[in-house]
């Protein structure tokens, strides 16, 4: 489903951020990608929708060559591809319904939306969406007026009304509370077992990478340390990713 | 799956109100500037009287006779930005919750400055002429109101929302009102202080060069009496200088905000 | 005991600051002939201008006049800001340089800095010979300005947004323009319309002003009472002033408290 070639990315300034990654995820996997910060977690994901373009190598989305995509053809991938954010990234002023439908842009007419004429359909996607992440009551609530948490599920149901083949999640529980958090993460695991949409998942906190994850990724300093099943994890595995012994802070922990 | 979809909340009073009256006011207001084509026209053919002298700007006659009036204008400016914002900083201080806890002061020093402010810089600048006769001061004068008006309002809403921390450790180990807030608070907002001086007195040199038409001194007074005779040829490299003027203060500013803040 | 010196930078940045404001007063003033004997004799010569207003002329034939010349004022300044509201918005775009082209917004900008530097007063002057003595003139001029003033803040509130749903639009397949539409607009808007509210209440007074040179309003009724030394008459002229100026500000702040808080949505 997603293939990575031989990618790396450097950026202006010389820092190179990723190492010449290959990679293989196949079609309705749930991946976490876990790493320090800085590690290039955030960068190996935008390279999937193209958000980072890669100094070299190419990236493969259910057959379609993201790297070399046209502008075009890069809107097309893009709208198959879902991306959460650590800043939940909702327009805040916008209610909730208005935050989940631009997830259907890239399907509705520049003019339509505009005037906020919405096609019954999109619409409907929109509902069920929120419906998915049982936040449809607030659809009419201001986007900041909404917990961290419901914030979150805002972000997911946007991305699920793309009806998107992948899931990115870039942190998408770094600032939320434990409990939070844990809910957070057991929707995007549900929907990837119930839709069977790709999922990868960036995160720092490890003993949550444990409680959810099937196949684990570790990064470190830009290079593949670690791809195996999360239940094959030792604490010495981590220790190998993060370069040195594990933190209480590398934890989430039970309760604030 | 029949999912149960909340309802749509009805349009606010503001958007139902507001939206139908503005427009139909801006209609309105237009009909009533009333648009003649006819006028239009006939105007336009005049327009040789402001596009010729265009191509003969009397430049020599305008640094000669316009360079001392600029000057004055340019002084004006400075002297009433100084007086008015200083003025201000005392008042805006008693015309905020945060520094006057004595209602009825409070009450006194706020509606001066809002009222200061409801009245144009050019109408006190007639009234300064009629008072105290036609000239600069008249003008500086004026500018001083319309310094402090602006000045109060801006730094009393900053005041308004500082940090009260500082000012009530000061009042727990003792310290008298004003030392409290002389000591504490002032701080806070200096910075802001002296970027609203900088921009009350790029307002001011502005406002100065308008003044004039009132005969309260500058350069107005000259493009006044000009304008009278027509003679666009001597407006318009006077407007030049102006410009210039201006552009070189606004400049200078904006250094020295970026130097000091 | 090591008591550390105050950094002599900043004491000769006070002392230059003080010196500066110092020198400057007392240049200025000298050269405008300028003393304290007359600054202190001022107070009083205002206060002999405004008591000879009252008692104020109430009579008809002084309110047959001027109301008519305070609703053009009132015209003048609405219709300006509307022209300013609608011409500065998209240009606003023009010149912020996070959704602009540097050079174009750089270009814009200055454009901008043009167009405000010159006072309405000027501007009317200007077009005067053209659309001729009356409230069009002032319309014009007002309304010119407030496109350059207003087109410099909308860019600056555009600059300062949060571009995290830009790119949140841009990665579930958007377009430039619904980024713009759905990520800065809503960001944007209830800012930019206090704006232009704000510009209005500043407006009213400007086109006040503008009947100096005839280009309409109340300001050649002021004038021209003053000059006839007609002060009751003046006195209304200037209380009637006040208060529609006093009217449309508070409806104004509060329309624009009102549109910065937003609206509660009971669930």
Known sequence: MIEFKNVSVTYPGGVKALNNISLDIKEGDFVIIVGMSGAGKSTLLRTVNNLVKPSEGEVIVN?????????????????????????????????????????????????????????????????ESLNKVEILEKAYVRGSNLSGGQQQRVGIARALAQKPKVMLADEPVASLDPITSRVVMQYLKQINQELGITTIVNLHFLDLAKEFGERLIGLKDGELVYDGKVDDVSDQDFENIYGRAIKSSDLLGDED | MKIKVPKKPLPSLLSLVGYPVAILFSVFSFFQIGFNLEDFKRNLANRSIVTDPLFNPKWEWAIENASQALLETIQIAILASILGCFIALPLSFYASRATNQTTITYYIYKSFLNFIRTIPDLFWAMLFTVAVGIGPFAGVLALIMFSMAIMGKLLSETIDSIDLGPLEAAKASGAKHNQAVFSSALPQILPNFTAYFLYIFELCIRASVILGLVGAGGVGRIIETQRIFLRFDRITPIIVLILIAVIAIEQFSVWLRRKIL | MNIPKQPFNQKILRYTITFLIVIGSIWSASGLEITTERFLTAPSKLWILISAMFPLDLSEEAFSRIVPKVGESLFIAWAGTVIGAIFSFPVSFLAANNVALNMVSRVTKQILNIIRAFPELILAFVFLPITGLGPLTGTLAVGIHSIGTLGKLSSEVIEGIDEGPLESIKSSGGSKINELLFGVVPQVMPTITSYWLYRFE??????????????????????????????????????????????????????????????????
């Open chain 1, 63 to 127: 057959s379609k060559n993201v790297t070399k995509a046209s502008k075009k053809e890069l809107k097309a991938i893009r709208s198959d591809i879902g991306m959460i954010f650590q800043t939940f990234n909702l327009v805040n002023r916008s209610s909730v319904l208005k935050n989940v439908l631009t997830g259907r842009l890239s399907q509705v007419s520049t003019l339509r939306s505009i005037f906020g004429l919405w096609p019954k359909e999109d619409k409907e996607i929109a509902f």
């Open chain 3, 202 to 267: 500043i407006n009213l007074r400007a086109s006040a002003v503008l009947g100096v040179v005839g280009a309409g309003g109340v300001g050649a009724e002021l004038i021209n009472q003053l000059r006839f030394r007609d002060f009751p008459r003046a006195g209304t002229v200037l209380v009637v002033t006040i208060l529609m100026v006093l009217i449309v500000d508070t409806i104004s702040a509060a329309i624009r408290k009102r549109i910065i808080k937003g609206r509660e949505v009971k669930v």
